[in-house]
């Protein structure tokens, strides 16, 4: 009797430390899952790569476009990462991207993760029309904002004098000094990084973020009228009027008759 109770009871403590264990082992599984989403929204993908969450279901993770790349900008995450496994990727502050007018890393994908059609112009590969990401200026803490002249993001831009421009306003501390301000054109900038490796602060003060993390949106309720083509949204807009009890008086008339407001 009492060996029968001293196995049942390992039994229990055993079936015990299994759950303990694979709940552990799941919450581990979970936490890299978490991970990996997070970081896959702010990882930088080669030129012409569709957009994140069709490149995940259609990258086969083959590596072909690392192999093709001669400047090794690419990798494929590994284990440890925290990224989505065996996609590629590219980290511009080690090595960015070279902009190769060839762009070899895309014709030699199999599946269309990486699509030339979206670096394409006029029938040729076009790298300028890359996509890659939008660099952003931490205007606190980029030198040419204190004052210190620095252009080292505007020398090392391929698109020089495009994806970014210098804006030159007068130093009113010194008085006889000028700002020397980079501005970056997100319609232009490809994300190329060479800004984000030439920028001279310990860490980068000019940084390439994916598009879709980097700007805001305005949404359609806004319109730019002085864009033909912007405007062109309204010609089948429609509107909607919301009647209130307040809204059936005069507004002046509904300020006058509120109390609160004296």
Same mark, same amino acid.
């Given at each position: 009797?009492?060996?029968?109770g ?33 970081a896959?929204?702010l990882?930088?993908r080669?030129?012409?790569?569709i ?12 590596g ?6 001669p400047?090794?900008?690419? =990798?494929?995450a590994?284990?440890?990462?925290n ?24 014709? =030699? ?12 112009t006029d ?15 931490d ?24 994806a970014?421009?210098i ?16 501005v ?10 060479l ?14 973020l ?34 209130t ?7 002046v ?8 407001l004296?």
């Amino acid at each position: 009797m009492i060996k029968q109770g001293m196995s049942e009871r390992r039994k229990f403590i055993l079936s015990m430390a299994k759950g303990v264990g694979l709940a552990a082992m799941g919450g581990l599984v979970w936490s890299a899952y978490v991970d990996e989403v997070t970081a896959s929204s702010l990882m930088l993908r080669p030129p012409g790569a569709i957009k994140e969450d069709d490149f995940l279901a259609t990258c086969i993770k083959c590596g072909l476009c690392v192999e093709a790349c001669p400047y090794d900008t690419l =990798v494929l995450a590994k284990p440890g990462d925290n990224k989505p496994l065996g996609t590629p990727y590219f980290m511009p502050r080690e090595i960015p991207c070279y902009m190769c007018p060839e762009i070899p890393c895309v014709p =030699v994908c199999p599946t269309g993760a990486l699509n030339a059609a979206s670096v394409t112009t006029d029938g040729k590969l076009d790298i300028n029309s890359a996509d890659m990401g939008v660099a952003v200026v931490d205007m606190k803490n980029c030198i040419a904002f204190w004052g210190i002249q620095c252009d080292a993001c505007y020398r090392a831009c391929p698109l020089l004098g495009q994806a970014i421009t210098i804006e030159y306003s007068k130093n009113e501390r010194t008085g006889k000094h000028a700002f020397m301000k980079p501005v970056v054109d997100s319609d232009i900038c490809t994300g190329c990084g060479l800004c984000e490796k030439a920028c001279v602060t310990e860490k980068a003060s000019i940084f390439v973020l994916p598009r879709e993390v980097a700007l805001g949106r305005a949404g359609d309720y806004y319109i730019k009228g002085w864009d033909k083509a912007d405007e062109k949204r309204l010609e089948n807009a429609t509107s909607q009027t919301t009647t209130t009890e307040i809204s059936k008086d005069k507004a002046v008339d509904s300020l006058n008759s509120n109390e609160d407001l004296y």
